[in-house]
T-cell receptor, first 112, second 113 residues
């Protein structure tokens, strides 16, 4: 596999469920990102990791919990979500923090 | 707070037409500006990245310009094709402080055969 991959591609969950989104990059990059894309709104940055360390948390509610075990993998743990959290969640990576970001295909999340 | 605006929000053109997409940003203290393409339900593909010291970048039929002092960028698409149909997003990176990209809402382009 090449580039940035995300699993699952689609997810439907209830408000009491716990699920995790996974992102993996095969580009040897050092920085990874989570973005949220809601209908008719610009992409919103959620978290930034650089060399496995979280460098930005854009005031994201605690029901979203990121994890970065190594520079190639990034997770987003979800629990007690709300219907308004339904969106496309995009992962991206870059060689360094200020360089071109490469995006995965996203996970389409629906919270019922 | 940086705000990025893209006009128009949607555009429909016949095949073969040259077109211009506009992006404006409120804070001119940027490190670079990037144009992306997003197909429906998919992730983003980087098209062009312009550093703050540059005026334009070209890739094939695409040309992006940057006027940092006036807070504007344009994406020029020559000889448009149906395969160009997608949403085009503009994003800026600040030169100081928070390093992450701020995105516009995008221009949804439809090229009719």
């Amino acid at each position: 596999e090449t580039g940035v991959t995300q699993t699952p591609r689609h997810l439907v969950m209830g408000m009491t469920n716990k699920k995790s989104l996974k992102c993996e990059q095969h580009l040897g990059h050092n920085a990874m990102y989570w973005y949220k894309q809601s209908a008719k709104k610009p992409l919103e940055l959620m978290f930034v990791y650089n060399f496995k360390e979280q460098t930005e948390n854009n005031s994201v509610p605690s029901r979203f919990s990121p994890e970065c075990p190594n520079s190639s993998h990034l997770f987003l743990h979800l629990h007690t979500l709300q219907p308004e959290d339904s969106a496309l969640y995009l992962c991206a990576s870059s060689q360094e923090l200020r360089e071109t970001q490469y995006f995965g295909p996203g996970t389409r999340l629906l919270v019922l | 707070k940086q705000e990025v605006t893209q006009i128009p929000a949607a555009l429909s053109v016949p095949e073969g037409e040259n077109l211009v997409l506009n992006c404006s940003f409120t804070d001119s203290a940027i490190y670079n500006l990037q144009w992306f393409r997003q197909d429906p339900g998919k992730g983003l593909t980087s098209l062009l990245l312009i550093q703050s010291s540059q005026r334009e970048q070209t890739s094939g039929r695409l040309n992006a310009s940057l006027d940092k002092s006036s807070g504007r960028s344009t994406l020029y698409i020559a000889a448009s094709q149906p395969g160009d149909s997608a949403t085009y997003l503009c994003a800026v990176r600040p030169s100081t402080g928070r390093r992450a990209l701020t995105f516009g809402s995008g221009t949804r382009l439809q090229v009719q055969p």
